[in-house]
Nanobody, 120 residues
Framework: VQLQASGGGLVQPGGSLRLSCAAS????????MGWFRQAPGNERELVATTTTTGSTNYADSAKGRFTISRDSAKNEVYLQMNSLKPEDTAVYYC???????????????WGQGTLVTVSS
């Protein structure tokens, strides 16, 4: 699975951004799609994930401000980020867990990352 993320940029504190990620390639299914982020000097951390059944999981830092959604028909995942704070500044990575066949083991794939900078 190849993942192409877009939508990052510079935004003022309190502003909003919407990230998008499109999956392409050959696969049987994409089970989980989500977003991680990595700030300078920090480890990569979970932001939010969503499954094919629609269940979602958010980091505490994202709850109430970020919303993850998915268009399974298009194999796309989105992250609506509101009330952005300077501490949200990071490179945001799209992630997907897919299978090549029903009984195949899961494969983790990462996008190239898109930079989000929250600054006045």
């Amino acid at each position: 699975v190849q993942l192409q993320a877009s939508g990052g940029g510079l935004v003022q504190p309190g502003g909003s951004l919407r990230l998008s990620c499109a999956a392409s390639g050959t696969f049987f299914s994409i089970n989980v799609m989500g977003w991680f982020r990595q700030a300078p000097g920090n480890e990569r951390e979970l932001v939010a994930t969503t499954t094919t059944t629609g269940s979602t999981n958010y980091a505490d830092s994202a709850k109430g401000r970020f919303t993850i959604s998915r268009d399974s028909a298009k194999n796309e995942v989105y992250l609506q980020m509101n009330s952005l704070k300077p501490e949200d500044t990071a490179v945001y990575y799209c992630h997907a867990t897919s299978r090549r066949a029903f009984f195949s083991p899961p494969i983790n794939s990462w996008g190239q990352g898109t930079l989000v900078t929250v600054s006045s």
